[in-house]
């Protein structure tokens, strides 16, 4: 099953619409979507606006792949489950976010093992055509280290 989701702060429709459009192609294909606040409503897959945690996180669970928007959260969740994840990132000038710092994230992280990134929508259909190719990330851990944790502190209190 394929779980897209865009966060709960704002509708990401170019997203939503591109897999919605992929999805109609590709009935016999599990997709379900959490669309936020959204204007344009799914024909092709099942969705619901919010969720409470408790079901994102076995939606995450029982995913086989995430898409998202570029977000860190959207990121870190999919490495900490292990699951392969393709993003694309929002843009500013759409007012789809505040600043570029997706388009910066996916760049960056473009090239790590398990994250695809669309740039824009006109990529998202054949990346979905590949997503058997995506393989798996290493889990993260969902804390961080004892040895980050004291360098912040460190850095903290001597500023060094």
């Avoid at 570029?100 to 979905?128: C, F, W």
Wanted: net charge negative; glycine share 6%; proline share 7%.
């Amino acid at each position: 099953m394929i779980f897209v989701t865009v966060g709960y702060q704002m509708a990401f429709d170019r997203l939503i619409e591109a897999v919605d459009l992929w999805a109609g192609a590709h009935p016999d294909t599990a997709l379900f979507a959490q669309i936020g606040p959204s204007e344009f409503e799914p024909a092709n897959m099942p969705y619901t606006e919010f969720m409470e945690p408790s079901e994102f996180k076995e939606r995450v669970e029982g995913c086989s792949v995430l898409v998202a928007h570029a977000g860190m959260g959207s990121i870190l969740t999919a490495l900490q489950y292990g699951k392969p994840i393709l993003v694309m990132p929002r843009h500013a000038a759409r007012n789809e976010t505040r600043n570029d710092h997706q388009i910066a994230t996916s760049k960056q992280l473009a090239t790590r093992p398990g994250i695809e990134v669309a740039m824009d929508e006109s990529e998202i259909a054949k990346k979905l055509d590949h997503l058997a190719n995506l393989e798996r990330p290493p889990k993260i851990s969902t804390t961080a280290s004892p040895e980050l944790i004291e360098r912040l502190k460190r850095f903290v209190d001597t500023g060094r």
